[in-house]
């Protein structure tokens, strides 16, 4: 397969409750081994994703938010976070995980991954993708 | 349905052709409608010589590839519709290997694979890995998603 195309995982539920974004995690850890051009975003309650500190001891669920830290370790290097959904849930991103990534091409400097976008951006974002996949 | 795919092999002429469509079901059957839009997305689709290259059943959506439920007669049975278009149309119905195994999903080889006493997978369907999804995000002119 050589053709490569563009693919957007959009995340749009919170991480407990229900099973989308586990499994949207696992969807796109298993894609990345197509190398295609990929990039996450994150709105709605799926900004809760990415929430740092996470504790799910009390409701006996499996917390898998520390493996977002592994997105760069997958050449996940484009992460985009609706910046209106953060604020309508109170949130900034100094809330959120710190995801990076590591530039081989500069000596393997360490670079962020999570970009705060606008709602209009992320829509002008999507309408570039060739395929998008939702959760 | 005509759907307007602009053919760069004709720059100046927008033309209609047969569109490659990959469909993806997220949804178990009967508590949400889905797997039924789905269903008749890709009845219409093929009727109307379109390709479907591949189904694709995630999360609750790998219920619908269950040979174990009986609905009430005067009501359609979703998973044994998905067998027959499947037979008519030669299509490939995939359900998800991770996300059929949490929910009990079985067909002969992991009945045998995770000691089961039984398999349930219905007709037409096959066990696969999530790398079918992206392979038809890949291939497919279109990947449609029908859930939440």
């Known amino acids: ?135 | 349905m005509h759907l307007l795919i602009f053919d760069s092999n004709h720059n100046n002429n927008k033309r209609y052709r047969n569109v490659k469509f990959g469909i993806v079901v997220n949804e178990g059957p009967y508590q949400h409608q889905a797997s039924d839009t789905a269903y008749h997305f890709t009845k219409a689709a093929l009727d109307n010589g379109h390709e479907i290259f591949r189904v694709f059943f995630y999360h609750d959506g790998v219920n619908n590839g269950t040979n174990l439920s009986t609905p009430p007669q005067d009501d359609r049975n979703v998973s044994l519709r998905w067998t027959q278009l499947a037979k008519e149309h030669d299509l490939d119905l995939v359900v998800c290997v991770a996300a059929a195994q949490r929910r009990g999903i079985v067909d002969q080889g992991e009945m045998e694979r995770n000691g089961k006493p039984a398999m349930n997978i219905a007709d037409g369907f096959r066990i696969s890995g999530l790398g079918q999804l992206i392979e038809a995000g890949i291939q497919a002119d279109r990947l449609l998603t029908f859930g939440d």
């Open chain 1, 1 to 135: 397969m050589s053709e490569i195309k563009k693919f957007m995982y959009v995340n749009r539920k919170a991480p407990y409750g229900t099973i989308y974004a586990w499994e949207s995690l696992e969807v796109v850890l298993i894609g990345a081994a197509f190398d295609q051009d990929v990039a996450l975003s994150f709105l709605d309650d799926g900004v809760y994703q990415l929430v740092k500190n996470q504790s799910t001891e009390q409701i006996g669920m499996k917390n898998f938010s520390p493996t977002y830290r592994t997105l760069g370790d997958y050449d996940i290097k484009t992460i985009y976070v609706e910046k209106e959904s953060l604020e309508e849930r109170g949130l900034s991103i100094d809330d959120l995980q710190h995801l990076i990534w590591e530039d081989e091409d500069e000596d393997w400097a360490e670079k962020d991954s999570i970009s705060v976008v606008s709602r209009e951006e992320l829509g002008k974002l999507m309408e570039q993708q060739d395929v998008v996949l939702s959760f």
